[in-house]
T-cell receptor, first 115, second 114 residues
Framework: AQKITQTQPGMFVQEKEAVTLDCTYDTSDPSYGLFWYKQPSSGEMIFLIYQGSYDQQNATEGRYSLNFQKARKSANLVISASQLGDSAMYFCAMRPHYNTDKLIFGTGTRLQVFP | EPEVTQTPSHQVTQMGQEVILRCVPISNHLYFYWYRQILGQKVEFLVSFYNNEISEKSEIFDDQFSVERPDGSNFTLKIRSTKLEDSAMYFC????????????FGDGTRLSIL
């Protein structure tokens, strides 16, 4: 079954610390893509980072990096040097194979950054 | 930076009425999508659209729903005979071709059915 699992409904982190948001996925296709999106309280969905199943290196985008462990089927998001503005819902999503356009989303993790 | 624009931001409609949600995708994007997010739940795929036709749809996207690209810039989702359970945030997204291309989302339209 094609599925994304985010087991942390909520996470707290102190400003300037790093935080890891967990994501595991399930797909039987070898060609897939993994995405992370941020949803602030205002509701919009902001693309953060992408990892392809064949990418050899872990993706990085500024303070965001993706800890991709293919054998474990995990794609955890690491946010370094957390800022108050990072407080939001974070969704992991998967394009389960390259013949589909749809993204399958996880249930999300609410991150709260405190001073 | 180019962005996906959705109107209206909030739509309130009586049950049984028809509603049209509008989207202007990013101009050089060729793939368009609609997703919905019922309050407190995860985002669900509804439909994808390419080359003026539906390329994929979910089981949610039944005969009540339709999509259209009426001109070169707009992309619409029509919901006929709305039901209470259609209340949700509806997101439009667009992307460039390629499996590694991210889908860029609009700010969403909150649809409330009374």
């Amino acid at each position: 079954a094609q599925k994304i699992t985010q087991t942390q409904p909520g996470m707290f982190v102190q400003e300037k610390e790093a935080v890891t948001l967990d994501c595991t996925y399930d797909t039987s296709d070898p060609s897939y893509g993994l995405f992370w999106y941020k949803q602030p309280s205002s509701g919009e969905m902001i693309f953060l980072i992408y990892q392809g199943s064949y990418d050899q290196q872990n993706a990085t985008e500024g303070r965001y990096s993706l800890n991709f462990q293919k054998a474990r089927k995990s794609a955890n998001l690491v946010i370094s040097a957390s800022q108050l503005g990072d407080s939001a819902m974070y969704f992991c999503a998967m394009r389960p194979h390259y013949n589909t356009d749809k993204l399958i989303f996880g249930t999300g993790t609410r991150l709260q950054v405190f001073p | 930076e180019p962005e996906v624009t959705q109107t209206p931001s909030h739509q309130v409609t009586q049950m049984g009425q028809e509603v049209i949600l509008r989207c202007v995708p990013i101009s050089n994007h060729l793939y368009f999508y609609w997703y919905r997010q019922i309050l407190g739940q995860k985002v669900e795929f509804l439909v994808s659209f390419y080359n003026n036709e539906i390329s994929e749809k979910s089981e949610i996207f039944d005969d009540q729903f339709s999509v259209e690209r009426p001109d070169g810039s707009n992309f619409t989702l029509k919901i006929r005979s709305t039901k209470l359970e259609d209340s949700a945030m509806y997101f439009c997204a667009s992307s460039e071709p390629g499996g590694n291309q991210p889908q860029h989302f609009g700010d969403g339209t909150r649809l409330s059915i009374l």
